[in-house]
C-alpha cells in the first residue's frame, strides 16, 4: 500500500542567528547608519546562501528600550526596516531576551543547528547584567550557542563584551569606523555561511578559516562543537 510519509522530502533544518543591537542615543549619526547598511548586506548574503538542507533563520533584538525588532525569519523573506535609535544601553534585558528564546523549544526547535549570538555595543550597560550574562553563558541550552560581539567606539564596555565571548575561538572585534564595522558583519556573514556549507554546521569555525572580499572559503574543519543527550547530533 502507498505510503505518502516515505516519499515526504525533508524540510531544511534551521541555523538560527540572533543579532543583539546597541540603538542608544549614542548610537546616533554615522554609527546607526553604517550599522543598518552592514546588517542589511549580511541579511542578502544570507538570503542568497540558503540551501535545501538548511536555512538561516534571524531574529533581531534592539535595545535602546529592549525590543524584539524582528523574530525567527528566513533570511530570504526579511523586509529589512532601518533601526532608529533611542533609550539608554539596557545590555542585561536584550541578553535576558535573548535566552528566554533560545531556552524555548518552540521558538528554538531542538532540531536546529548550533545558533550564531552576536552582541554589538558603543557603551556601558545602564540596567542590572551581571546575573543575565553569567546566565547566558554559563547555563542551559544558551551556553552552547556560538557567540560573537564587537565594541564600537572607545566608550564601550570592554569587559561586559569580553566575558559575553568567554570560552569561543572568537576575540572581540573592535570598530572605530565605517569600514571596521562592515568588516566585523562580513565575519559573522561569513562564519555562518561556512557552516550552511559544512558536512556538520554544528561546528564553528575558527577565526583562521574565515576568508573576506572574494578569498576562497575552505569548509571548517577544526572548531568547537557540542552534543545533547536530548537529541542526536543536536548541538
Request: aromatic content about 8%.
Amino acid at each position: 500500500m502507498f505510503d505518502p510519509k516515505k516519499f515526504t522530502t525533508p524540510s531544511a533544518k534551521p541555523l538560527p542567528v540572533v543579532l543583539l543591537l546597541d540603538v542608544s542615543y549614542s548610537m546616533s549619526g554615522d554609527k546607526i547608519d553604517n550599522l543598518n547598511k552592514a546588517v542589511a548586506d549580511m541579511l542578502d548574503t544570507f538570503a542568497q546562501e540558503e540551501k535545501m538542507e538548511t536555512e538561516i533563520l534571524v531574529s533581531i533584538i534592539k535595545f535602546g528600550p529592549v525590543e524584539l525588532h524582528l523574530p525567527f525569519t528566513k533570511a530570504s523573506q526579511i523586509q529589512w526596516a532601518d533601526l532608529e535609535v533611542t533609550g539608554a544601553t539596557p545590555i542585561g534585558g536584550a541578553l535576558e531576551m535573548a535566552k528566554a528564546m533560545i531556552e524555548c523549544k518552540e521558538t528554538t526547535p531542538s532540531r536546529a543547528y548550533r545558533p550564531t549570538i552576536v552582541l554589538v555595543s558603543d557603551g556601558q550597560p545602564t540596567d542590572s547584567w551581571e546575573k543575565h550574562l553569567d546566565s547566558f553563558v554559563n547555563e542551559g541550552r544558551s551556553s552552547k550557542c556560538d557567540r560573537m560581539a564587537m565594541a564600537i567606539g572607545s566608550d564601550a564596555d570592554e569587559t561586559v563584551l569580553k566575558r559575553f565571548i568567554d570560552g569561543t575561538p572568537h576575540d572581540l572585534f573592535y570598530a572605530e569606523n565605517a569600514g571596521q564595522l562592515h568588516e566585523f558583519f562580513q565575519r559573522v556573514t561569513m562564519s555562518v555561511t561556512m557552516r550552511t556549507q559544512s558536512k556538520n554546521p554544528n561546528v564553528v569555525p575558527v577565526p583562521s578559516e574565515i576568508r573576506l572580499d572574494g578569498e576562497s572559503l575552505k569548509s571548517p574543519t577544526v572548531g568547537t562543537s557540542t552534543t545533547s543527550s536530548d537529541d542526536e547530533g543536536y548541538w
